[in-house]
């Protein structure tokens, strides 16, 4: 059971790390209000579930996920 708790533990460290560098990939959500009542929807803003910026926000929801069922696994005490 140890061996597993280990490589659990090291797994959670990299989805930890993963996270924190998707996060911090993202741009803003202020990005455009400059703009006058999104006057400025372009091709990218349109089809943003396609670009990179849709990539990110999905890789983000797997990581998260995979960060809460670890958390959990790993709290678990069934040794």
């Known amino acids: 059971m140890g061996a597993l708790k280990i490589?659990?533990?090291?797994?959670?460290?990299?989805?930890?790390?993963?996270?924190?560098v998707l996060v911090l990939m993202q741009e803003g959500k202020s990005a455009g209000l400059g703009t006058i009542g999104g006057a400025a929807e372009t091709y990218w803003g349109k089809n943003k579930s396609r670009s990179m910026e849709g990539l990110l926000v999905k890789l983000t929801k797997v990581a998260g996920v995979a960060f809460i069922l670890l958390t959990i696994l790993l709290n678990l005490n069934v040794y």
């Open 7 to 20: 490589v659990l533990s090291v797994l959670f460290i990299i989805v930890c790390v993963a996270l924190i």
